[in-house]
């Protein structure tokens, strides 16, 4: 193994003045630098002791001194070069809470996140049984219910101790942005869906997760290598193949016109553009928290909260995409809300409610907190991964008889073959090549 003489900087200070921070035991000890690899967000170094299990975290306190911990929090700014024997100078770049216990970590988020996704999209279908004539007003129930409830959880957070003054008095503006994104990404991803055929609108959906590449390259500096980018698009491919296969979609897509999927495009892009803003969110909420984790339902609450605002604006123009005219949209509430609670005289068929609903509507509130949790300690990009097995998973259980909903239909042609492309996807997409550990000396 080829020895390696590194230095690492922030604002020009060299490892060579962190020494006396270093303990006593420690100072003649080789670390091992680790390897350029995803381990978390925030960048840093990490100093393995060779001779000890334990991570020594090199911490940024300003441009010209250092503190180190263990098992601490990474600070910012860093920049590591390693010039190895034949010269080649390297930059490895490690970062927080890396190891064994992170992967672990990330792995059970990702699980609970396919499991819960698979229920949103099944209970979804299920809710729709008794109010099939009110999907609007569960919409609508969705997003306004959600305040209170995700307002209420941060209250009882904050009396907790779980949510700090410091993290309410976070700047609003980003959460004011993403409430923005939120909205217009359903009003226009609700008009195209309007024009556009079932089939064709998962193929549409794979620009999310391009866009969501794009836009962290732009806008986080993140660097993606050529297997995660393969993956990527072999999960999109096997997405299409899966939902679409057997289907008209792509003479669909011809006849709607290149408007409405252009539209419901533009709509996927505000959805990244909104799950990328939240991840930004949390990397500075912990600059300005000074190494702290802002929780993530001050980010659910008044992310929900503006969204609210906005859609309360677009009501008009939402009302009559669903073909609600404006001035009868307080008595289709009303009757909505009779049906939902199973009280309506004069509505029929809304048997199953208001379980269905009220499933519905706890599954998705987990799945959404699942998701932002697996956003907040890993990536959007690995979120919306999760997020994407969970649709051949929803594919396969439609096809299973289901209360409510009686035989269940059958498989699409190519099922089998994308959800092989999928996975495979997600594999390629994970696999980090094994790479020779390089050795520093804190000298």
Not at 105 to 113: D, Q
Not at 148 to 169: H, N, Q
Not at 315 to 335: A, C, E, N, R, T
Request: hydrophobic share 50%; net charge positive; aromatic share 10%.
């Amino acid at each position: 193994m080829s020895t390696c003489s590194c230095r690492i900087t922030i604002g020009g200070a060299k490892l060579s003045s962190m020494r006396p921070l270093i303990p006593q035991t420690l100072r003649s000890v080789k670390f091992r630098l680790q390897p350029r690899f995803l381990i978390g967000r925030c960048q840093g170094v990490i100093l393995q002791s060779t001779r000890q299990r334990e991570l020594l975290v090199v911490r940024a306190v300003d441009h010209s001194g250092f503190t180190i911990g263990s098992h601490g929090e990474v600070g910012e700014n860093f920049k590591t070069t390693c010039a190895d024997d034949d010269g080649k100078t390297q930059e490895l770049v490690a970062k927080k809470r890396g190891g064994h216990g992170r992967t672990v970590e990330v792995m059970v988020a990702s699980a609970v996140t396919v499991v819960l996704g698979v229920g949103n999209r099944v209970l979804y279908k299920l809710a729709l049984v008794p109010l099939k004539q009110y999907p609007f007003f569960l919409a609508q129930l969705a997003t306004f219910g959600y305040v209170l409830v995700y307002f209420s959880i941060l209250y009882l957070r904050k009396r907790a101790g779980c949510v700090t003054d410091e993290m309410l008095s976070l700047p609003k503006t980003p959460f004011l942005a993403v409430g923005f994104l939120e909205a217009l990404a359903a009003a226009s991803g609700m008009a195209a869906g309007t024009m556009l055929s079932g089939a064709s609108i998962p193929i549409l959906s794979q620009t999310f997760l391009v866009w969501q590449l794009l836009l962290s390259v732009i806008f986080l500096g993140r660097r993606y290598s050529m297997n995660q980018l393969v993956g990527c698009f072999l999960v999109s491919i096997g997405v299409i193949i899966t939902v679409a296969s057997g289907s008209s979609s792509g003479l669909s897509l011809k006849d709607t016109g290149v408007f409405w999927s252009l539209l419901m495009i533009f709509s996927f892009l505000l959805q990244a553009a909104d799950s990328i803003l939240k991840e930004v969110i949390f990397l500075d909420a912990a600059k300005q928290l000074k190494g702290g984790s802002v929780d993530l339902f001050v980010v659910n609450s008044y992310g929900s909260a503006f969204q609210a605002v906005f859609i309360c604006l677009l009501l008009p123009f939402l009302s009559k995409l669903w073909g609600i005219p404006f001035v009868q949209l307080p008595s289709y509430l009303k009757d909505g809300a009779a049906c939902f609670l199973n009280i309506s005289t004069s509505s029929t068929g809304c048997h199953g409610a208001p379980l269905l609903p009220l499933l519905f509507i706890v599954v998705n509130m987990g799945f959404n907190i699942s998701l932002l949790h697996l956003l907040k300690i890993s990536s959007a990009v690995v979120s919306t991964l999760a997020s994407t097995f969970s649709v051949p998973l929803s594919v396969y259980v439609f096809t299973l008889p289901l209360p409510y909903l009686g035989a269940g239909s059958a498989l699409p042609p190519g099922f089998v073959a994308g959800a092989i492309i999928l996975v495979m996807g997600l594999l390629i997409y994970s696999w980090r090549p094994s790479v020779t550990t390089a050795n520093a000396t804190a000298s």
